[in-house]
Nanobody, 122 residues
């Protein structure tokens, strides 16, 4: 499964961006997807996840209420809508797919994209 992230860019604090993760697999509907991010000088951290059917979501406390994850199985795509962005949201954002379950743990994911950079200016 190949995953390609898009939608990153430069935005002012308080602004919004929508990231997309598009998968090559025709069986994408059977995969759970997670979003992670790595800020400069920090380890990769969990942002959000969604189960295979798109009916269950999870968010890190730092983005709860500001970010929304959604899954479009017909389009093989997962979106991450990011509102009220803060400078501390600046990071490379990665999507990942799991054939077993949605998780906050990186080791649960089988496939990873190369990432898309989000920069939030103050």
């Amino acid at each position: 499964v190949q995953l390609v992230e898009s939608g990153g860019g430069l935005v002012q604090a308080g602004g919004s961006l929508t990231l997309s993760c598009t998968a090559s697999a025709r069986t994408f509907s059977t995969y759970a997807v997670g979003w992670f991010r790595r800020a400069p000088g920090r380890e990769r951290e969990f942002v959000s996840s969604i189960n295979f059917s798109g009916t269950r979501t999870d968010y890190d406390d730092s983005v709860q209420g500001r970010f929304t994850i959604s899954k479009d199985n017909a389009a093989n795509t997962v979106h991450l809508r990011m509102n009220s962005l803060k400078p501390e949201d600046t990071a490379v954002y990665y999507c990942a797919a799991s054939s077993t379950r949605a998780s906050r743990l990186t080791r649960a994911y089988d496939y990873w994209g190369k990432g898309t950079l989000v920069t939030v200016s103050s």
